[in-house]
């Protein structure tokens, strides 16, 4: 990954190990709830047992009905690096990415849905889900979903990680 990325694996433990610090973030609070699941569970809940008792339906059949999305803050030496990734949910793999060193929504989302929108068809009543962030509420984001008649834009209930939590990507 650290490859793939062009990060140094020194920055990625620093990461890791700094990450451990960070309180009240959405992505911890979810690993923390779905580890507990794991554990209560013998280990043996994978993801689709683990998104049912969250009560959330992220089981899609077809291709190019469901994508998810979401930025990754990512500990670069001194600096933050944001990865956003539109995932389809039928076969849970990511369509497209974007890497950037800022949160602007021409970097971040619209990167990313102009890659992934040229990589993969989107079929009719296509749902783009994601959370309430600054960059999927833009009027960017929003006009290009209200102008396409097949996308149907759906965002997480305020303070509800959970709606949201199969996007996460956890190191």
Do not use: P
């Not at 620093?14 to 009240?24: E, I, L």
């Not at 962030?133 to 290009?144: L, P």
Request: proline share 0%.
């Amino acid at each position: 990954m650290c490859n793939l990325l062009n990060i140094n694996r020194n920055s990625y433990y620093q990461w890791h190990r700094n990450s451990n610090n960070v309180r009240g973030s959405k992505t911890i609070i979810l690993k923390v709830k779905m580890i507990q699941i794991c554990q209560e569970n013998r280990k043996v809940y994978g993801s689709h047992k683990i998104t049912k008792i969250l009560k959330r339906n992220f089981n899609v059949k077809e291709l190019g009905k469901v994508w998810v999305s979401d930025i990754t803050y990512i500990r670069c030496k001194d600096k933050w690096i944001y990865l956003t990734t539109m995932l389809d949910l039928a076969d849970r793999k990511n369509v497209r990415w974007s890497l950037s060193e800022d949160m602007t929504i021409e970097n971040t989302v619209y990167k990313a849905w102009i890659k992934a929108s040229k990589n993969r068809e989107i079929s009719n009543d296509f749902i783009f889900h994601s959370d309430r962030g600054v960059q999927y509420a833009a009027n960017k984001m929003t006009n290009i979903f209200k102008h396409n008649k097949k996308i149907n834009q759906s965002m997480s209930r305020k303070g509800n990680c959970w709606d949201n939590c199969s996007s996460r990507i956890f190191f």
